[in-house]
């Protein structure tokens, strides 16, 4: 992979861009890919932007979002296709490896355009892309994206909107800027967005107080009946069925952030949350200090992510994989002591 750089000359003149975030978006991969997708039409492109999966509903004040393709859908599908085999460049945002991005890893292994990467996940070495930029360093996708900005002389194009949309990702990826990555930089780029115009309390109301009122209702009963504390592992362990996803009628987005709660409890390294999904039961880790969640996830459920918050999936069923993850916390008893 050549470093990011070396693609500015190409963006002088090329025919086709396609921007690909990961399944299910977050802040920061919808924000990363409408920033970028709202510089490039300042340059002359008309680059398309196509979501694997649909999002979370509190996204969609975004602007550009109603631009978004979704790749589920079959319209959309067929469109996406298209694109993608004709694209000159396609940038894959917020995550690494293309199995992250489901049903379309087929259509961009096969596509001819230059991947490029830009992306703050633990690497692991992937042929895959042309260019790009990996940094786990870095908060967000967000910052790196303006970064690309800034190296690509463009700074003086940033607006209002792609403000808005870079902001969405650092506060979502930095935990409302609490989390260890939340360096001088990304404070310094929160100083220069504001001079663009950024209403930074609107992007938040957006992204936090934004939900109904089942979605709280689902919490407290999570919170109340669905969560396990281990003091001797500093470990918490919330188990969601199905069942009630359906009672509370839970959508793409609702259960983001619940895996946060029991790290507010004194003394607790890590929280564990599992959600049980139509097609997996999908993982969620997070911890505090020195416990890596990315080696845990990637060692015992088939995922990754970051050294404190990192997910992971099992197709076994909720109460087996409940049981391999205390197995895997009884191991690990050292390391959350
Ligand atoms: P979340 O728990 O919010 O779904 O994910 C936490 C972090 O881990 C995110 O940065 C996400 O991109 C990453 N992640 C989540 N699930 C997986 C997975 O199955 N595989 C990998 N490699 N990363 C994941
Ligand atoms: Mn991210």
Not at 64 to 80: F, H, N, P, S, T
Not at 110 to 116: C, D, F, Q, R, T
Not at 172 to 179: A, K, L
Not at 209 to 224: K, Q, T
């Amino acid at each position: 992979m050549k470093p990011i750089e070396h693609i500015y000359p190409q963006l002088e003149n090329c025919a086709g861009i396609v921007i690909v975030p990961h399944q299910k978006p977050d802040a920061d991969a919808m924000g990363a890919s409408l920033a970028l997708f709202h510089m490039l039409k300042k340059q002359g492109h008309s680059p398309t932007v196509v979501s694997p999966t649909n999002w979370a509903s509190w996204l969609n004040w975004m602007p550009g979002i109603k631009e978004v393709l979704d790749y589920e859908k079959e319209k959309d599908k067929v469109k996406a296709d298209n694109q993608i085999a004709d694209a000159s460049l396609i940038f894959c945002l917020d995550y690494n490896v293309l199995h992250r991005t489901k049903k379309m890893e087929q259509a961009l292994s096969m596509a001819k355009g230059l991947k490029v990467l830009i992306d703050h996940h633990e690497y692991n070495e992937s042929s895959d892309f042309a260019f790009g930029i990996s940094d786990p360093e870095r908060s967000s996708t967000c910052e790196l994206v303006y970064e690309f900005f800034c190296g690509w002389k463009k700074e003086q194009d940033v607006d209002a909107d792609i403000a808005q949309c870079i902001y969405a990702g650092l506060v979502g990826d930095t935990g409302s800027f609490r989390f260890p990555s939340t360096s001088a930089r990304v404070h310094e780029i929160v100083a220069a967005l504001k001079k663009k115009g950024l209403n930074h309390s609107y992007v938040h109301e957006q992204l936090y107080d934004n939900f109904l009122e089942n979605r709280l209702r689902f919490i407290g009963h999570v919170l109340l009946n669905r969560m396990e504390v281990f003091y001797e592992y500093n470990t918490v362990l919330i188990a969601i069925p199905k069942s009630d996803l359906y009672k509370y009628e839970i959508k793409t987005g609702d259960t983001e952030g619940l895996v946060n709660y029991p790290l507010s409890i004194q003394g607790i390294k890590l929280a564990a949350l599992v959600i049980d999904r139509e097609e997996e039961r999908k993982w969620s880790f997070r911890s505090k200090g020195d416990f890596d969640c990315n080696r845990f996830a990637r060692k015992y459920f088939e995922g990754g992510g970051h050294f404190n918050a990192a997910g992971g999936r099992s197709s076994d069923t909720l109460s087996q994989t409940v049981q391999q993850f205390k197995k895997a916390m009884a191991e690990n008893k050292d390391l959350l002591q």
